[in-house]
Nanobody, 115 residues
Framework: QVQLVDSGGGLVQPGGSLRLSCAAS????????MGWYRQAPGKQRELVATISRGYSTNYADSVKGRFIISRDNAKNTVALQMNSLKPEDTAVYFC?????????WGQGTQVTVSS
């Protein structure tokens, strides 16, 4: 059993920055990829970024060059630095972690980009 707690969302103006954090606890020894997904009203949940245990990263085309994902295997945390935010980035962001057999999700944190 793994628990994920994500945080860091808020209201920011276009062009601003936010940093999301996620802490994993429980049976974390077998965690492989971790990442962030987001879901806006009326839209499907979509992949934002992932990072493997070996620190290989993957980003959605819409956030490449603006967002940076990182992880600390010793602390069992993953973060998402979001820069140059756009109104289109407005969504609930969910931390995700996977093992060979299970998927785990954070509770979600709201990011709103608006003037």
């Amino acid at each position: 059993q793994v628990q994920l707690v994500d945080s860091g969302g808020g209201l920011v103006q276009p062009g601003g920055s936010l940093r999301l954090s996620c802490a994993a606890s429980g049976s974390i020894f077998s965690l492989y990829a971790m990442g962030w997904y987001r879901q806006a009203p009326g839209k499907q949940r979509e992949l934002v970024a992932t990072i493997s245990r070996g620190y290989s990263t993957n980003y959605a085309d819409s956030v490449k060059g603006r967002f940076i994902i990182s992880r600390d295997n010793a602390k069992n945390t993953v973060a998402l630095q979001m820069n140059s935010l756009k109104p289109e980035d407005t969504a609930v962001y969910f931390c995700h972690a996977g093992t060979a057999h299970s998927d785990y999700w954070g509770q979600g944190t709201q990011v709103t980009v608006s003037s």
